[in-house]
């Protein structure tokens, strides 16, 4: 059973900083991905992505520049720093990851086989 566990969500300030972290059990990722999602949007918006033994990442424009993606493969754990956050980057973040090592749809969250329960960030202006 795969179980991802996001935790360091939390309320700051605009220009403020948080890391997020997503804790993955029971199988090996290869590719895990932050989303958000705001009350009343059914969509999840896409934030970033990062494969395993990789250095390479992928970021929403959004983000670009002021989040930053990373792993530890030893620990099974995937981090966002987030900084000089604005009140746009308010919503739930999740955590969402799938073991293939193929192709999918990096930016799609239905794409993913396997998903965290969220975490909340609140950024007030």
């Known amino acids: 059973q795969v179980q991802l566990v996001e935790s360091g969500g939390g309320s700051v300030q605009a220009g403020g900083s948080l890391r997020l972290s997503c804790a993955a059990s029971?199988?090996?990722?290869?590719?895990v991905a932050w989303f958000r999602q705001t009350p009343g949007e059914e969509e999840r918006m896409f934030v970033a992505?990062?494969?395993?033994?990789?250095?390479?990442?992928v970021y929403a424009d959004s983000v670009k520049g002021r989040f930053t993606i990373s792993r530890d493969d030893a620990k099974s754990t995937v981090y966002l720093q987030m900084n000089n956050l604005e009140p746009e980057d308010t919503a739930v973040y999740l955590c969402?990851?799938?073991?293939?090592?193929?192709?999918?749809?990096?930016?799609?969250?239905?794409?993913?086989?396997?998903w965290g329960q969220g975490t909340q960030v609140t950024v007030s202006s």
């Open positions: 969402v990851g799938d073991s293939t090592t193929g192709w999918i749809n990096t930016f799609s969250s239905r794409a993913y086989d396997y």
């Open positions: 992505a990062i494969r395993r033994n990789s250095d390479s990442a």
């Open positions: 029971g199988r090996t990722l290869n590719i």
